[in-house]
């Protein structure tokens, strides 16, 4: 063992480990937001950085795919970078900053501006994958809740918000009804996300490393974002533009700019900032 | 004129080196070798091979020399190394019966057939930093003989619960690695989530179990250390095949005895078992592992230690440390979701319970 | 509906606890609209037998029938659990004789009222609202005291807020395990009023186990008797108490404390 480099398999993961997180994938795309239990390896990234999206991602990868990885919407945060790097090294495959461009998408905390479009695969890393857990803490309740489709707990947690606060106090990890029939986490995206996920063309896969948890949202499916019928549910909204693309209808982020505190906001998806400022401003050169 | 942050990559490069500049240490002294840490932090490395589920002391120091002496690194690099292994096969169960002690003590009674073995163990040490130019002694008599376990003794007289159910087909245990485990847990999957989980937590476990948080009264039956057989089922083979030795830590707690309807009262037990040297772990492991039974023995749950799921969910150190640790990347688009909230609901005035579909 | 059978039959209702008999052989129906008064001393196997009718404690020996609203019979020990607690949710209520064992104590008295509603799909919190400062009323609590959490509320009123809990949903049989025990005596009689006035303003069937007497005597039509594990007596209730024909009930009745 001293000093060899032990031969990796394509995508890192043995064939009968890819075997069976396809089955626990494929069981999760006919039952949708159903959370299917599944036996969560040890990959190079330590747990809670995203080994199961990683698992899902080297599952269903090829040397025809084109991998796009991003974290907090961007492309270049270190995060997303360790992990391009990782598929890069055992998959040998092909990488892109571009959307549009991309075959399977994984990603942490966004979904990206631009539509997803039939054949792309979005893959989540998912922290908690249990709508439910803050309420309710024990998983043998929990997956009665589920089986049973017992969710008032979901909504009496909703009513309470707009009872002190006068409106539902969830902005991230908003909690969706998928199918029409179960209740799931849409891992910590800001709920301005959520209108995505509805009727999108696109396959949306979850991963939950730590948790052992898979589940899958497949391309046209209903997923309604959890609301009252007179506090109907809102995603969020900003009042300026992006200071460098000028879009108005993407989701910001803050930047603090000097010392005294003075803040810009800038588009959190890169690759739909860049795009966006070359339709803008044509003539200029890349930053 | 803002631009967008870029370097990422950069910097995950000059990370890695700075890592490595500060795990070499003053060049000017010799890099640790591997036989140095396995020969001379064996405790470390049994810790180390047994959290990780891979018994290599070679391929554990490597380990512990490649992290710096993070223990939960050294572990994870072990753990990611044995996802890569090809399972060839299953052994017999190993027999502590006929492992040979180093050290084998019992609490539970002044002499037992054998003898009490001290062996190796700190003990007995006066707790002062010793002087390193001490000469080791050369008297040190190997006793090899094998010894019944205690528990066993104790067990004939049937005072202690049977080792296994009368009426037992033996069923395969599930293994922890290879399939999700599901709540309620059998005990076969339960100590194998205890065995790999991690010594601290379980010792404060344990040792709540001590302080009145579900006591079971434990007495150390019996703690011995030393080296089994191996051995494999060959197809056209008679006999079992022995394909090498491995060092264990055995710990067996004899505890509350309990009655059942038609059943007379007998003690019940708590199991440990971890590679290497690993006392503190098997003895804590024993306590926990009695306390999760609860429910078996138609005791009260009160205690965090008897609550499998809270026990078995927060064990894994490698687990706990990633999850604990993935604060630190960065979460600023979840923070501005919820500091766009909570300026909203500072600054709306009718903070009412009555008004109408909240205005964004 | 018809009202030629009763609401619940029980027969040869038995559990045991390892050697021990909880409850054992025991008969016993209750109507539509009626309330019958489970009594006995500790250990007489009251709160078994409500347990196990109620199916909270299962795996015991003999038959348990309900009557639907849709009028069909159905059998309750072989029920499966997803239909068990769909019938919680519509047609059933359990008051705890410890008010924090039926409401979620954290949860405002409107979100504690208005949770079965939700469970069952109401989507409109305006109408959840409503709904819920109604029954909120109807048990004597402020409606102003929506907001407030269970844990600032008195005895008394927790215990009205488990039944204004338990009913919003318009349930037809409620299980009551000695709802007032614990309370001031003034507190009961009043809780006492509230519970005998909703009983008859629903048409509600309610089973009360109680080791008063006097419970009994002011809310119930018939009465039970129950003594290790079985069923000694039982008839109306001012027969039973007034002229009981049991030795056991005779002592029972004889040795209530006079004022």
């Not at chain 1, 918000?161 to 409106?167: E, L, N, T, V």
């Not at chain 1, 301005?192 to 898979?214: T, V």
């Not at chain 2, 870029?6 to 500060?22: R, T, V």
């Not at chain 3, 939700?118 to 409606?143: C, F």
Request: hydrophobic share 35%; glycine share 8%; net charge negative.
């Amino acid at each position: 063992m001293n000093g060899h480099r032990p031969e990796y398999n394509y995508a890192y993961l043995d064939e009968q480990t890819k075997r069976m997180i396809r089955r626990a994938l494929l069981k999760a795309v006919a039952i949708p937001g159903f959370q299917v239990p599944f036996a969560s390896r040890e990959v190079p990234l330590p747990r809670g950085w995203g080994t199961g999206g990683i698992q899902v991602t080297a599952a269903i990868i090829g040397p025809s795919d084109v991998l796009k990885v991003i974290d907090q919407g961007a492309d270049d945060t270190t995060n997303a970078v360790s992990i391009r790097s990782f598929f890069h090294r055992v998959a040998d495959v092909e990488t892109t900053t571009d959307t549009e461009a991309a075959t399977i998408i994984q990603t942490r905390h966004r979904i990206p501006e631009t539509p997803l479009k039939h054949g792309q695969i979005m893959v989540y890393q998912v922290p908690i994958p249990e709508p439910l857990r803050f309420l309710e803490p024990r998983e043998t309740e929990t997956r009665q809740m589920h089986a049973l489709n017992e969710y008032g707990l979901m909504y009496v947690k909703l009513y309470e918000d707009i009872a002190k606060y006068g409106r539902i106090a969830k902005s991230y990890d908003y909690p969706v009804l998928v199918n029409g029939r179960y209740l799931v986490a849409p891992s910590p995206t800001p709920s301005f996300d959520n209108p995505k996920l509805h009727q999108s063309a696109a396959l949306h896969l979850y991963g939950a490393g730590r948790e052992k948890r898979i589940y899958a949202i497949p391309p046209h499916t209903d997923v309604e974002s959890l609301d009252f019928d007179d506090y109907p549910f809102q995603p969020q909204r900003f009042d300026s533009p992006c200071a460098l693309c000028g879009a108005t209808d993407s989701y910001l982020d803050q930047i603090v700019v000097d010392d005294n505190g003075g803040k810009l906001y800038a588009c959190s998806d890169t690759d739909h900032c860049r795009r966006n400022h070359r339709l803008e401003h044509p003539d200029e050169d890349e930053a | 004129m803002y631009v967008a942050v870029k370097g990422g990559q950069k910097a995950i490069a000059h990370a890695h080196a700075l890592l490595a500049k500060e795990g070499r240490g003053a060049l000017s002294v010799d890099r640790l070798s591997v036989d140095a840490v396995a020969g001379q932090l064996p405790v470390l490395v049994s810790r180390v091979m047994t959290e990780g589920s891979l018994y290599d002391p070679d391929l554990a120091a490597r380990a512990i020399r490649q992290s710096q002496g993070d223990v939960i690194e050294a572990i994870t690099l072990l753990r990611s190394y044995r996802t890569t292994l090809p399972r060839l096969g299953y052994t017999r169960p190993i027999d502590t019966a006929r492992l040979t002690p180093q050290r084998r003590v019992s609490a539970t009674f002044k002499d037992i057939p054998g003898g009490q073995q001290l062996g190796a163990t700190f003990d007995y040490t006066h707790r002062l930093f010793d002087d390193p130019s001490d000469v080791l002694g050369d008297n040190l008599a190997e006793n090899p003989q094998s010894m019944p376990r205690v528990t066993d003794l104790l067990g004939a007289d049937a005072l202690l619960e049977p080792d296994h159910p009368e009426v037992w087909d033996d069923p395969e245990p599930g293994d922890l690695t290879t399939e999700p485990g599901l709540f309620p847990m059998s005990r076969a999957g339960r100590l194998q989530a205890l065995a790999r989980g991690d010594e601290g937590f379980l010792l404060a476990m344990g040792y709540s179990t001590q302080r009145g948080f579900g006591n079971s009264h434990p007495f150390a039956g019996e703690i011995r250390v030393g080296e089994v057989e191996i051995e494999i089922d060959v197809p056209g083979v008679e006999h079992p095949v022995p394909v090498g030795r491995i060092e264990v830590t055995e710990c067996q707690m004899i505890n509350q005895f309990v009655g059942a309807p038609g059943a007379p009262p007998q003690f019940t037990r708590g199991y440990g078992l971890v590679f290497g040297r690993g006392e503190r772990k098997a003895m804590s492991m024993a306590l926990v592992d009695r306390a999760l039974r609860a429910e078996e023995f138609d005791e009260r749950v009160v205690a965090p230690a008897q609550d499998e799921e809270f026990v078995v969910s927060h064990a894994d150190s490698v687990q706990a440390a990633g999850f604990v640790e993935h604060l630190k990347l960065p979460h600023y688009v979840d923070f501005q979701a919820e500091s766009s909230l909570l300026r909203r609901l500072r600054s709306d005035p009718s903070n009412s319970k009555n008004s109408v579909g909240g205005a964004e | 509906m018809t009202t030629d059978r009763p609401l619940l039959r029980a027969r040869g209702l038995s559990h045991r606890f390892g050697n021990r008999w909880g409850c054992r052989g025991v008969d016993i129906d209750v109507w539509p609209g009626e309330v019958v008064a489970v009594v006995g001393e500790s250990g007489s196997g009251k709160s078994t037998l409500l347990n196990a009718l109620s199916r909270r404690v299962r795996g015991g020996g003999g038959d348990v029938e309900y009557q639907l609203v849709s009028g069909q019979v159905i059998d309750l020990p072989t029920m499966p659990e997803g239909e068990l607690r769909r019938l919680w949710r519509s047609e059933w209520g359990f008051v705890h004789q410890n008010a924090a064992d039926g409401l979620r104590m954290h949860v405002t008295a409107g979100g504690n009222v208005g949770e079965p509603l939700m469970a069952n799909g109401w989507r409109n919190y305006g109408q959840i609202r409503d709904v819920s400062t109604q029954w909120l009323e109807r048990v004597e609590i402020p409606a102003d005291r929506i907001d407030d959490v269970p844990t600032a509320f008195s005895g008394g009123m927790r215990q009205r807020l488990q039944i204004a809990r338990n009913l919003v949903v318009s349930p037809r049989i409620v299980f009551m395990d000695e709802p007032t025990s614990g309370l001031d005596v003034s507190v009961q009689a009043r809780l006492l009023d509230l519970i005998r006035s909703l009983v008859s303003e629903l048409g509600l069937a309610v089973i009360v186990v109680t080791h008063d007497l006097a419970v009994a005597r002011l809310i119930s039509h018939r009465t039970v008797v129950m003594r290790h594990g079985e069923v000694i007596e039982s008839g109306l209730t001012d027969r039973v108490l007034d002229d009981p024909g049991a030795p056991y009930t005779q002592l029972l009745v004889s040795s209530v404390l006079r004022g």
